[in-house]
């Protein structure tokens, strides 16, 4: 190879990198498959995707073009490393998208990218996408000939804390859990997850602590009913104990029962839940002393990120926990403590039922 080599490797690099957002902005799935060798993988884990070769990532291309109304995306190079006839580097993206459920939104992203040299040119072996920063604030434009600016849409019905989610965003919601190591089942309702969780508890040995955590969701479902009438069940006992004589005794059970069962304040469809606490006392449980974590989640709990979980969790919530709390004990409720789950504990099972259906709040 010459002096020039390298430069001209470069340049094609990054004119592939360029054909790459091509593809996209054009919605040439085809086109954009070509771009990869055939073991050439495509990873995006904070959607979560992982697609494996052209076809697969033609395919999987298309379903995710299905769900857009518009989408931009722009190229920025960044660093190229030639090493003989492969190749590192990276592209750094700024993103416009609207989705047809109505989520939207700026993106800077960046993909690190892996390269071969090839017969066809250079091509991608891998592309890592890395979201570094995310506005999901409302747009104020609009494509031309797809819909008007969201000043002026109706809001989605989505955007109705107490409405259940649509079925094709639970199944991707169920997807990302399970990705992230969450045994998941999609269930029609209440019924169905007080049967399931009866056949659970059917399954543990004679003697096994079970913690229900204070949940709207399984007093509704009777699911608290059940488990508390077990002879194991720990929130009978619980509630009988002295608060300051028995204060240690007490925190160790409430950390570490063989089966905790709860709920979630929100789940967010990218693979996460949220639980929220004013005494922080149910947390220790779910967050991995419990042996195995069991939470009934109503669709309506689901919502797009993390931002989205935190306001339903202060907007929606707190104010009708805070009504009954005072209704129950006098006292007003509070968020001081929160725990998000982005995986299951290490050393504990963790299965998500959720259900087609809007239980609890």
Not at 91 to 114: I, P, W
Not at 116 to 127: I, L, Q
Request: aromatic share 4%.
């Amino acid at each position: 190879m010459d002096d020039f080599q390298p430069v001209a490797d470069r340049i094609e690099i990054q004119a592939l990198q360029a054909e790459f957002t091509d593809a996209v902005t054009m919605r040439d799935r085809p086109r954009l498959a070509a771009l990869f060798t055939a073991d050439g993988v495509l990873r995006m884990p904070d959607v979560p995707i992982e697609l494996t070769g052209p076809e697969e990532i033609r395919v999987g291309g298309e379903k995710l073009q299905e769900q857009w109304e518009f989408f931009v995306q722009n190229t920025h190079p960044g660093t190229v490393r030639i090493d003989g006839d492969t190749a590192t580097g990276r592209a750094h993206m700024y993103e416009l998208f609207r989705l047809r459920d109505g989520r939207q939104g700026v993106n800077h992203a960046v993909y690190h990218d892996r390269y071969r040299r090839t017969p066809d040119g250079w091509r991608f072996t891998e592309r890592v996408y890395e979201i570094r920063y995310l506005d999901t604030s409302p747009l104020g434009g609009t494509a031309p000939g797809t819909t008007r600016p969201e000043t002026t849409r109706p809001a989605p019905a989505a955007t109705d804390p107490a409405a259940p989610a649509t079925e094709d965003r639970l199944q991707r919601a169920a997807a990302a859990l399970a990705a992230h190591g969450f045994a998941v089942e999609v269930l029609d309702g209440a019924a169905a997850a007080r049967a399931r969780v009866r056949a659970l508890l059917d399954l543990l040995p004679d003697g096994a602590s079970v913690l229900t955590t204070a949940s709207e969701t399984l007093r509704l479902t009777g699911i608290e009913e059940d488990a508390d009438a077990r002879p194991g069940a720990l929130k009978p006992r619980l509630l009988a104990m002295d608060r300051e004589r028995e204060a240690d005794e007490l925190r160790r059970l409430l950390a570490a029962p063989d089966l905790v069962l709860g709920s979630a304040n929100a789940l967010v469809e990218t693979g996460a839940l949220v639980l929220a606490s004013a005494s922080g006392s149910q947390l220790p449980a779910h967050g991995g002393g419990a042996g195995h974590a069991v939470w009934v989640v109503g669709a309506q709990k689901l919502v797009p990120d993390l931002p989205a979980a935190l306001r339903r969790v202060h907007e929606h919530v707190l104010p009708l926990e805070d009504a009954r709390s005072r209704r129950a004990y006098g006292a007003p409720a509070a968020v001081n403590q929160l725990l998000v789950l982005n995986a299951p504990p290490r050393l504990a099972r963790g299965t998500v039922l959720l259900l087609r259906e809007a239980v609890g709040y």
